[in-house]
C-alpha cells in the first residue's frame, strides 16, 4: 500500500470510528430504555437555524507546491449539514451521558460519541430524578465532555450564542454544569443574551417540561462551514483590546497534557525555538491572553488537540500546520481553518499507537526533522 492510500485509510478509520461510536436504532439497550427514537419522531416543532453546503478541502499555498504526500486531507470535503433546534416537551435529560429519553426511548441524535455499552446501561431511575419546571424553555448547552475546551468552544459556546439571543426565549434557561473559572470568563467575553443558568448536577437526570435542542451541541456541526460556529471566535475576539502586535510564530506544545503525548515533543519545541517560534501552553493563559496571543500569530504549529482550538482567533491568512497522529486523524481544525479563511496544512505521522483512539499516546516520537523541513516550506 502506498503512503498516501494509507494516510487515506486513517482518514476512513477515523469516519468509521465516529460512525460506530454513535448510536444506531438496532443497538443493543437495557430494558429501562427499550430503543432509540429519532428528534423528528417526537419533536413538536423544528427550526432551521442555518444550512451549511459541503465544500472542498482547502490548503496552503493552494496545495499545488507542497508535496502532499502525508496530508490525510486532500480528498476531503466538508460536511453538508443542517443546523436546526427541535421543540420538545417531557423529557427526561441524563446529565452524565447528556442524553434525552422520551418515553422510555434514548433520543438517537443525542447520543453523541457514545458507546452502545453505555447506552445499554441508561435507565430513568426514579431515585435520582429531579424536575425542571421553571418558567421558559430549557437549553442542553454541552455534551459529556464539558471541561474540554474544544468541546466547550465549539459545541457549548456556539449553541448559548445561537440560542440565548433570540428574543423569543428570553426566559430560556441553560442547563449548565459548574462552570470552571475559564469557562466563566468565555462567557462574559460572549456577552450571550437575557437567558439563566440552570446548574445542573452530575449523576442527576430531570424531567424537563419543555426542551430546545440544537444539533450543534453533539458536533453536528464539527467539520462543516459553519457561519454560527466561526462567529463565536469573532465575538469574543470583539470584547479584547489589541495589545501585541501581529507576526508571532507559536508552537502549540502538548507537553501538559495526558491524551496523545508525543515522547519526543521536548525535542520537538526546542527545534522549533531555534526556528524562532513561541512554545505555549493554551490552557495555562486566562481566555484574553489567548485570544491576543492567536490574533497576533503570523503562523501556528501544533500537534492536534485541544490546544489548537484557538486557530478559530487567527486573523486570515495566518499558516496553520496541523500534526495529525496516524490513530486519530481527525480533520475539525481544517475546517475551523477554512471557515477563517487560513492557510492550513496537515501532515499525519506514524505514532506506533495500537488502536484507533481519541486519547491513546504515541508509542513512539515524531519525526523532527520531517516537521522542521515542512515549517521551512510553509513558512510566510
Known sequence: MSRRSSMGCATIMFASFLRDRRTRDDAPVHKGVARTIGLADVADSVACLETCPAQPARFAGGGALLDGETNPFLAWSSSPVTVTVHHLRDVVYDVDHRVLIKDGCLIAETCYLQPPEALARITVDRARLGRLAGPGVAIPCSDHWPGNYYHWMAHTLPVIASLSDRPEWGSARLLLPALLPWQRRTLELLRPGRCGIEPIAAGAQYRVDRVAYCNIVAGAADFAMSRLCGAV??????AVPVARRPGARLYVNRSGTGNRA??????????????????VRPETLAPEAQIDLFRAASMVVGPLGAGMTNIGFCRPGTVVYDLVPDHHANPCFLAMAMRG??????????TGADRQDHVAN???????????????????
Not at 471566535?233 to 470583539?238: E, G, H, K, L, S
Open 233 to 238: 471566535f469573532r465575538r469574543m475576539a470583539a
Open 262 to 279: 508525543i515522547p519526543n515533543e521536548s525535542a520537538l519545541a526546542a527545534r522549533l525555538h531555534d526556528m524562532g517560534f513561541l512554545a
Open 341 to 350: 479563511d487560513l492557510a492550513y496544512w496537515a501532515d499525519c505521522f506514524p
Open 362 to 380: 504515541w508509542a513512539h516520537g515524531i519525526n523532527v526533522g520531517q516537521v522542521a523541513r515542512r515549517v521551512v516550506e510553509l513558512m510566510p
